[in-house]
C-alpha cells in the first residue's frame, strides 16, 4: 500500500500521514449548528470528512470519528455580542431553544444518511458539555491566559501572542486581527478588541443559561469544539477538520485554547474543503444566499430548475477536489447527473459480463489492466483524497468495458470478476456513492425497467417469428422516447439517454 499524503493547513503543505498511535486515527469535525436546514455548504464538509472516514478505515485503520452538534454559544455573526442562533430561533417560533436543537439535528441527520454519509463514532452536543467547557475556561484562567470582567471570561490575545503566536493557522498577524475587530459590539469589556470569549454572563433576556463561578452564564462558541475534542480523542490527536470559513476565527482560537490550557496543540493536521459559491460568493445563511438540501431534493428553490437526488449532489461534489471551490449552477448539476448516470450504466454492464465475453479477433482485456487501474486509483486517493482522478479512472473502466459490450473486446470470467470488485471498492465503499441515483424511488423504478425489459421480450419474440416490421416498430419507438437498443449475441440491452 502506498504512503497517504493529506494537506496540513497549518504547514501549508501535502504532508505524510503518520497516526500518532499506529493502527488508529482520531478525528474530530465541525458540525453544525443546528438553528435550520443544513444547505449545500454544509454538505460539502460532511462529504469531504466521510470520504476520509470511509478512505481511512478501508486501508486499515481504526477510526474514532467525532462529529458535534453546537446547540449553544454561537452568537449572530459569529461575534461575542448578540443573541444565540438557535435562541433567536426559539423566541422567533415560540418554541423551547431544545426543541429547535433537536428538530434541526433530526432534519441533519435525515439528510446526511441520504447523502449516503456515515453516521461519526461519537455526535457530542454542546449543551452536553457544560462541564467540560467550564473546566477548559478555568485551566486557561490559572494559566494566566484569560481574565474576568463583568462577569465574563475572555481570552487575553495580546498576553498569549507574547508567549507563543495568535494566528499560526490563519497566517493573520495580531495588528491585522485589532484592525478586523475594531467595529465589534461588547469591546468595552474586553482589554483589547481581539481577545474573545470563553464564557458569557448571561444578560436576563438570555434563554439559554447555567451556573458558574464567575457568572449565571453560557460558553463561548470557541471552547466546545476544544473541550469535547479532549474528552473523546486526548490531549493530542490526529486530524481536525472542517470548512475553510472556520480556519479564523475559530480554528485559530481552538488552538490558543488548547496552547493555553495545556502548553501544547492539540491537532496534528488541520484539514479544511473550500467553499461551495454562488455567482462567485461563498454560499451560506449569512449571506441569505443559500440552498436547503431538502430545497435541492425537492426542487423547490427559485434557483432550481427542478429537484436534484441526494447521489448527484454528492458526485456533484466529488468530482471537484476538496480544496478546490464548485461554484453552484443547474448545469453543473445536470452535468454531474448525465456523469453520474453514465458511470452507474458502467457498472451495470461490468456486472452483466461476470461471466465473461469472447469476440473473436478482438484484443482481450488483461488483468494487467486491471492491476493497474487499482494502482492509479490508491494513487489518487493518497495524494491527498484526489477523488476526481478516481472518478476518471472509473469513467476509463467503462469506456473499455463498453468495448466489450460493444464485441470490439474480449474479457475472461475472471479478468471481469477483479474489475467488477475494483469498481465496487472505489464507487461505492470509498466514494460513497449508491446505485439509486435517480429522483424516484426503487420501486417505481424497477416497474420502469420490468416495461422496458418486458417490451424487448417482445421485439425479440417478433424476431424470432421474423416480424421485422413490429420489430423494427418497437425499436424505433423505444429509440424516440431515448432509449439506446444494443443487439448483442446474448440479448438486447436498453439505456436511457438523459
Known amino acids: 500500500m502506498q504512503p497517504l499524503f493529506i494537506y496540513n493547513t497549518l504547514t501549508r503543505q501535502k504532508e505524510l500521514f503518520k497516526p500518532i498511535t499506529p493502527g488508529r486515527v482520531g478525528m474530530y469535525v465541525c458540525g453544525p449548528t443546528v438553528y435550520g436546514d443544513a444547505h449545500l455548504g454544509h454538505a460539502r464538509p460532511a462529504i469531504t470528512f466521510d470520504l476520509l472516514f470511509r478512505y481511512l478505515q478501508h486501508i486499515g485503520y481504526k477510526v474514532r470519528y467525532v462529529r458535534n452538534i453546537t446547540d449553544v454559544g454561537h452568537l449572530e455573526h459569529d461575534a461575542d455580542e448578540g443573541e444565540d442562533k438557535i435562541a433567536k430561533k426559539a423566541r422567533l417560533e415560540q418554541l423551547e431553544p431544545m426543541e429547535v436543537a433537536q428538530y434541526y439535528t433530526n432534519r441533519f441527520h435525515e439528510a446526511m444518511q441520504a447523502l449516503n454519509c456515515l453516521p461519526p463514532s461519537i455526535e457530542p452536543q454542546a449543551t452536553g458539555h457544560i462541564i467540560e467547557q467550564q473546566a477548559l475556561v478555568r485551566q486557561i484562567l490559572d494559566n494566566g491566559y484569560a481574565y474576568e470582567s463583568n462577569g465574563s471570561i475572555y481570552f487575553d490575545v495580546e498576553k498569549y501572542n507574547h508567549d507563543h503566536r495568535y494566528g499560526i493557522l490563519s497566517g493573520r498577524s495580531l495588528e491585522n486581527i485589532k484592525d478586523a475587530s475594531r467595529e465589534l459590539a461588547g469591546v ?75 502548553g501544547k496543540q492539540m491537532v496534528h493536521y488541520w484539514m479544511h474543503n473550500n467553499m461551495i459559491t454562488i455567482d462567485g460568493k461563498k454560499m451560506g445563511k ?213
Not at 436547503?292 to 437526488?309: C, D, I, K, V
Not at 471551490?325 to 452483466?352: C, H, P, Y
Request: charged share 25%.
Open 188 to 262: 468595552g469589556e474586553k482589554h483589547n478588541q481581539a481577545d474573545f470569549a470563553l464564557w458569557k454572563k448571561a444578560m436576563p433576556e438570555h434563554i439559554m443559561h447555567w451556573p458558574s463561578p464567575w457568572s449565571e452564564g453560557f460558553p463561548g462558541w470557541h471552547c466546545e469544539c476544544t473541550a469535547m475534542g479532549r474528552k473523546y480523542l486526548g490531549a493530542e490527536f490526529d486530524i481536525h477538520g472542517g470548512g475553510l470559513d472556520l480556519v479564523f476565527p475559530h480554528h485559530e482560537c481552538e488552538i490558543a485554547q488548547s496552547v493555553a490550557s495545556q
Open 286 to 498: 449569512s449571506y441569505n444566499n443559500f440552498i436547503t438540501l431538502p430545497q435541492f431534493f425537492a426542487g423547490e428553490h427559485e434557483r432550481l430548475e427542478r429537484g436534484y437526488s441526494p447521489m448527484t449532489i454528492r458526485f456533484f461534489i466529488l468530482q471537484a477536489h476538496y480544496r478546490s471551490t464548485v461554484d453552484f449552477s443547474n448545469e453543473a448539476l445536470q452535468s454531474a447527473e448525465k456523469g453520474l448516470a453514465r458511470l452507474m450504466e458502467g457498472w451495470k454492464a461490468i456486472k452483466r459480463l461476470g461471466e465473461g465475453q469472447k469476440a473473436k479477433g478482438q484484443p482481450q482485456v488483461e488483468m494487467k489492466y486491471v492491476d493497474e487501474l487499482r494502482e492509479k486509483c490508491y494513487e489518487a486517493m493518497n495524494d491527498d483524497l484526489a477523488s476526481p482522478m478516481v472518478i476518471s479512472h472509473l469513467f476509463d473502466a467503462c469506456r473499455v468495458i463498453n468495448t466489450v459490450v460493444d464485441r470490439k473486446a474480449s474479457i475472461s470470467a475472471e479478468v471481469a470478476t477483479a474489475l467488477a470488485e475494483l469498481f465496487h471498492t472505489f464507487a461505492f465503499d470509498i466514494l460513497g456513492l449508491t446505485e439509486d441515483s435517480g429522483n424516484s424511488n426503487k420501486a417505481r423504478e424497477e416497474a420502469f425497467g420490468a416495461v422496458v425489459d418486458m417490451l424487448l421480450e417482445q421485439r425479440n419474440q417478433a424476431k424470432t417469428e421474423k416480424n421485422w416490421a413490429l420489430s423494427d416498430q418497437i425499436r424505433d419507438q423505444l429509440a424516440a422516447l431515448g432509449f439506446d437498443i444494443k443487439d448483442t449475441k446474448d440479448g438486447s440491452t436498453w439505456t436511457l439517454n438523459k
